[in-house]
């Protein structure tokens, strides 16, 4: 049972590009989190789908981020405009969806990490 | 907001046992604790959750204080291997997912 895979691993985008970060969950997995670590710092929670639906996105940043879980394909973190500022390692976490959303056990992918020239 | 605090490093020597305490003086009546490691450069994995007493598992254990205020990841007979950082993760269900805020977490280095 092949683990969470983020695609890509890293990723090298100038200012104002578009930056689109892939996610497939878990076999058999419902739900995706996404999260965004700055060095030396800790994960920040994003975004928590379901497919086709997304259920709390209260840490994303209210603009250039999105968002999605379609039915068919991996989760997409699609960032526009990229600036400075967005040059982080983004984690991708998937879940069962069997417990509540904090107390479900997340299983972690390699990360994506985006620098941003 | 359920803050944690948790010490930002640790030094240990393989085969002692390492215990990292976790506070979380906030804590809600529904709230699990959780803990998770990283390694550089992966993401971080589940090692143990609890909501009171004591947990154990094949990894380590959990120790929860009647208060709840807060919580200690023991990690028996410690390798290099276990050089990592270790997150305190304390929400439930109810909450919004900006709770899911892993914090600094507690870098744990193993010396021979």
């Known amino acids: 049972n092949a683990g969470v895979m983020q695609n890509p691993r890293h990723l090298v985008r100038r200012r104002g590009q578009e930056a689109r970060l892939r996610c497939s969950p878990m076999?058999?997995?419902?739900?995706v989190y996404w999260y965004r670590q700055l060095p030396e710092e800790g994960l920040k929670f994003m975004v928590y789908?379901?497919?086709?639906?997304?259920?709390?996105e209260s840490g994303m940043p209210k603009e250039r981020f999105s968002a999605e879980f379609p039915k068919e394909g991996p989760s997409i973190l699609r960032i526009q405009q990229v600036v400075r500022g967005d040059s982080a390692a983004y984690f991708c976490a998937s879940s069962p969806g069997l417990k509540k959303i904090s107390t479900d056990t997340q299983y972690f992918g390699p990360g994506t990490r985006l620098t941003v020239l | 907001l359920a803050k944690t605090t948790q010490p930002i490093s640790m030094d240990s020597y393989e085969g002692q046992e390492v215990n990292i305490t976790c506070s979380h003086n906030n804590i809600a009546t529904n709230d699990y604790i959780t803990w998770y490691q990283q390694f550089p450069s992966q993401g971080p994995r589940f090692i143990i959750q609890?909501?009171?007493t004591k947990v154990t598992n094949e990894v380590a254990s959990l120790f929860i204080p009647a208060d709840r205020k807060s919580s200690t990841l023991s990690l028996p007979r410690v390798s290099l291997s276990d050089t990592a950082v270790y997150y305190c993760l304390v929400g439930d269900g109810e909450t919004s997912g900006s709770r899911l805020t892993f914090g600094e977490g507690t870098q744990l280095t193993v010396n021979p």
């Open positions: 609890g909501y009171k």
């Open positions: 789908l379901q497919k086709e639906n997304i259920i709390d």
């Open positions: 076999k058999g997995h419902s739900h």
